[in-house]
């Protein structure tokens, strides 16, 4: 049994604020955690980086003990404490009968979107806008992974380079996806934007005007043949995209669209100083 709960016949659920340090953290953890899931290290560790870079905010959720002092719900929070070496301020409740655990987390999970929208922070977000963030984010490394927090703070940063991609190409099927429009998005912050809204009109349309465009047509072809989504075909079709814009941009005819080696369009906290 944990010492900051105190069991008494007969009581009633009741949640106090607290300042969780780590040390409070690791000591439920190994002596509390006796009956929960396999801790998912990488979920942990998107808790920890919000609350080490201080964006981590209170909320309902929080930490659940039963009457016996016996840890139900937030392991992952405590983890993430322990990771983060940093206090945490959280709801901790107390009292919670066992039989709360059929239907604690039994809810469908909300998408990223889903949760950008809800915080009405950057008006209405959806999945495309993520999709693009988190492929530009990734770059030629892949899509990252986000937490909401981080995922907010990035959108605040590039909103307005995602919307940019998403408008230039509107749709196109095995066109318009996260990563021909991501290279876009990156794209927005060095390169002429007419230039970039023709590219993205010509990859879709298959319309061009002359054989100096000819890295779009080769890119075009490309994607029709591999609309595959494992790591190594979305890392091939984004380091193609940005050989085909940089050559377009360039005004560059091309007989062969060999893959970028590096990254050709980094965003501004990439840029060398």
Do not use: C
Request: hydrophobic share 40%; no cysteine.
């Amino acid at each position: 049994m944990i010492a900051t709960a105190q069991t008494t016949m007969n009581a009633k659920p009741h949640v106090s604020r607290i300042t969780v340090t780590p040390t409070m953290a690791a000591n439920w953890l190994e002596n509390a955690n006796t009956n929960n899931r396999k801790i998912r290290e990488a979920y942990a560790k998107q808790l920890a980086r919000d609350m080490a870079q201080g964006r981590w905010r209170l909320t309902h959720e929080g930490i659940a003990f039963d009457p016996h002092g016996v840890l139900l719900d937030g392991q992952h929070r405590l983890w993430g404490v322990v990771l983060a070496d940093v206090p945490v301020e959280m709801h901790v409740w107390f009292e919670i009968t066992s039989d709360a655990l059929a239907v604690i987390n039994g809810g469908k999970p909300r998408s990223l979107a889903d949760q950008l929208r809800l915080s009405r922070e950057h008006g209405r977000v959806t999945k495309n806008h993520t999709s693009v963030l988190n492929a530009m984010l990734g770059g030629m490394s892949g899509p990252n992974k986000m937490t909401a927090l981080e995922a907010s703070d990035a959108l605040g940063r590039h909103g307005e380079a995602v919307a940019f991609a998403l408008s230039a190409i509107p749709s196109g099927k095995y066109v318009a996806n996260a990563t021909t429009r991501a290279v876009i998005g990156r794209a927005y912050y060095s390169a002429d934007h007419q230039r970039l809204r023709n590219f993205g009109q010509m990859l879709a349309s298959g319309i061009v005007p002359d054989a100096s465009a000819t890295g779009v047509i080769l890119l075009r072809q490309y994607l029709y043949s591999n609309p595959g989504d494992s790591y190594a075909a979305r890392r091939d079709r984004y380091a193609k995209a940005e050989r085909a814009l940089l050559a377009f941009l360039k005004h560059e005819p091309i007989t062969r669209l060999i893959a970028a080696k590096q990254e050709l369009f980094p965003l501004p906290e990439e840029a060398k100083v």
